[in-house]
């Protein structure tokens, strides 16, 4: 063979290979952030925002603002569907059914909030309110309040739990001592389409001593005195594979994930 033919094919060889490496190496290139579906960017967006903050509980009013926006501009440009609509469809169900994470706390209104000592106790106007069911506002930041019972979920996300075929809604919470099950049966609102409106029924703590303490008698009692066994609602805004984002009766703003690690505590 001349050194000519040999030249050649060495040539050729290290052209194949690179063509090979070429090949392998795209086989595994994932598209950046900026080629994905400009939802998925904003969802993106949105996890790292509330990443790190303790369910909202160590943030500024500032980001609050940001985060919000971006929660608005998800809640506009995509609304989620009825609640009517998501039980017809067998798709929608799917999405909004089973365990959620709540990832993010925070006020629905961050430029009316004051720094009154009183000001989670003032009246705030809400349309289309339910009847015997209170709006007063909750400055809810890394703190759920569920029936009345307030939860501090700032170190570790709680579950929210659907469970379509039985018309219920759950939150269980993790605590040093145990986990607290709470909620019950909801039914659809007349007055806003993507609201359910819930009657707490169930309150457990489980404690890790193996006792077991059910306490849904409490809210027996508060139905009594109140007329009404309704105490709260949620909305449903925001309705992906991967996120949901509500809102509740008492002014706040909640992010939910269907996987845990999407979102650093």
């Given at each position: ?12 060889c ?6 090979l ?51 608005t ?11 009517a ?29 004051t ?15 339910e ?61 806003k ?62 992010v939910?994930?269907?996987d ?6």
């Open positions: 063979m001349s050194s000519y033919s040999t030249i050649h094919t060495v040539a050729f290290l052209a194949s290979l690179a063509v490496q070429t090949a392998t190496a795209f086989s595994s290139f994932q598209l950046p952030k900026l080629f994905e579906p400009i939802q998925k960017q904003q969802e993106i967006a949105l996890l790292e925002a509330i990443s790190s903050t303790q369910n909202g509980k160590n943030v500024t009013p500032l980001k609050q603002k940001n985060v919000l926006a971006m929660v501009g998800l809640e506009t440009k995509y609304p989620s569907p009825s609640l609509d998501i039980l017809k469809n067998d798709a929608t169900r799917n999405k909004l059914d089973g365990t959620w994470f709540l990832q993010y706390t925070s006020p629905s209104i961050i430029e009316d909030l720094i009154d000592a009183n000001a989670n106790d003032a009246e705030w106007k809400i349309e289309n309110a009847e015997n069911i209170t709006t007063k506002r909750y400055n809810a930041k890394g703190s759920v309040s569920a029936g009345g019972i307030e939860v501090d979920v700032s170190k570790d996300p709680p579950k929210q739990i659907f469970e379509l075929a039985n018309s219920s809604v759950f939150n269980e919470v993790k605590l040093d001592y145990g986990s607290v099950r709470v909620g019950g049966p909801f039914r659809l609102s007349e007055k389409g993507n609201r359910a409106v819930v009657s707490f029924k169930e309150l457990k703590i489980n404690t890790k001593f193996g006792l077991t303490l059910d306490l849904g008698f409490l809210f027996t009692i508060r139905a009594i005195f109140s007329g009404s066994d309704e105490s709260g609602w949620l909305e449903t805004t925001y309705l992906s594979d991967g996120i949901r984002i509500g809102r509740g009766n008492k002014g706040s703003m909640f939910l994930t269907r845990k690690s999407d979102v650093n505590p």
